[in-house]
């Protein structure tokens, strides 16, 4: 079987050409007519108006009150207890102290009001020093000159540290000590900065003394004042602010 073309000739399923043909247009026949659409619209309000008249009527419907309204009455005793084994860790005499001072007592841990405290020391700066002029190599000496010399030859040679002070003499009891050090300079730079805090020892004479302790030399810095009782208070003073300090018999 087959068509017959424009032209009315038999047209067989073989010499037919389907990309030719019209296609009917598949819109007008997916879309829905006038009467399904109202259908639709009745549909949603009757499904909107079903949910509100179901919220409406669960808000409003009565409720009728349940049991008989009874206070709880609370047990009898305490309604905290401490248990017989509280745990943890007990320190004695924890808390007293604040008890003890509010009773107008007087705790152990008082504080030391006779404690002198330092007092810095103010100083009027420095005037700057001129520079003077170098000697030359061969009048460099004595105890003042620089600490090297030029040697026949052009070598620089070194010349030996200056002797340590020796001890001044004063009352027995008035010398105390104030540390020991490796070398001469560090117990003078000790020296320094004890002097620039404690104006009390600017009235001391100080000297550093070596000694040999374990086959190590040490410079002990030490000081002399003019009595017994005032090397004690000095030595008093200086613990007070946490300084070492000794009399030195």
């Keep these: ?39 639709m619209l009745l549909g949603a309000v009757v499904a909107v108006t079903a949910v509100l008249a179901g919220i409406w009527w ?28 509280p745990g943890g860790m007990e320190v004695e005499g924890k808390g007293e102290a604040a008890f003890q001072t509010s ?5 152990k841990g008082a504080l030391d009001l006779t404690a002198v405290p330092e007092a810095p020391v103010t100083r009027a700066p420095a005037a700057p020093a001129t520079p003077a002029a170098r000697p030359p190599a061969s009048t460099a000496a004595g105890p003042g000159a620089a600490s ?18 020796s001890a001044p003499a004063g009352p027995a009891g008035s010398v105390i000590q104030l540390g020991a050090f490796d070398s001469q300079s560090v117990a003078l730079s ?23 302790v374990g086959g190590r030399t040490f410079y002990r810095l030490r000081a002399t004042a003019p009595s017994a009782d005032a090397a004690r208070d000095a030595c008093a003073r200086l613990k007070v602010a946490g300084e070492a300090c000794l009399v030195v018999n």
């Design 1 to 39: 079987m087959g068509d017959f073309d424009r032209d009315g000739y038999l047209l067989r399923d073989e010499d037919r050409l389907p990309w030719l043909e019209a296609v009917d247009d598949e819109d007008d026949l997916a879309r829905p007519g006038p009467g399904r659409i109202a259908a």
């Design 58 to 85: 669960w808000q409003s419907r009565p409720v009728s009150p349940s049991g008989a309204g009874e206070l709880i009455a609370a047990p009898a005793g305490p309604y905290k207890v401490r248990p017989a084994d």
């Design 148 to 165: 090297a010399s030029v040697a026949e030859g052009g070598r620089l040679t070194a010349k030996a540290p200056p002797a340590p002070a």
């Design 190 to 212: 000790a020296w320094t900065g004890l002097s620039r805090r404690f104006a009390y020892l600017d009235g001391l004479n100080r000297f550093v003394v070596p000694a040999k």
């Design 103 to 107: 009773e107008g007592a007087d705790p």
